[in-house]
């Protein structure tokens, strides 16, 4: 049985999952990727709440290159994370390779002051 591209992601997904938790006061980075957008928000598992999110759709986000938005996503996060005085996270890929769009946008929010 050979699985989709999609399963094997939802597969991997699942697999960090059960290892990553987010608290208030550390919560989980969830980074979402599209075809066109890319997406991160802070999560508090615990409670089961969005702390705050960002994503490529915000009008403070310019134009580029996929990777060059992804980076300036993750420095918005990060903006919106210190300004709630939050400055350490769990990085959640989502399943996805660490590579290309994800890692830009974790680099961004490293070089913003978040720190994981």
Do not use: C, W
Not at 17 to 22: A, L, Q, V
Not at 46 to 53: E, K, Y
Not at 110 to 115: E, F, N, P, S, V
Request: hydrophobic share 40%; charged share 25%; glycine share 10%.
């Amino acid at each position: 049985m050979s699985l989709t591209k999609s399963d094997r992601r939802q597969r991997i997904r699942f697999r960090i999952r059960k290892s990553i938790s987010g608290t208030a006061s550390n919560p989980r980075l969830s980074v979402f990727r599209s075809n066109k957008e890319i997406y991160a928000q802070l999560i508090d598992d615990v409670n089961g709440v969005t702390l705050l999110a960002a994503s490529s759709r915000e009008k403070g986000v310019n134009k580029g290159t996929n990777v060059e938005i992804a980076n300036a996503v993750g420095k918005l996060v990060a903006e919106k994370a210190l300004n709630l005085g939050i400055d350490k996270v769990t990085f959640d890929r989502g399943g996805y390779l660490y590579h290309g769009r994800i890692q830009s946008l974790a680099e961004g929010a490293r070089a913003a002051g978040l720190k994981f």
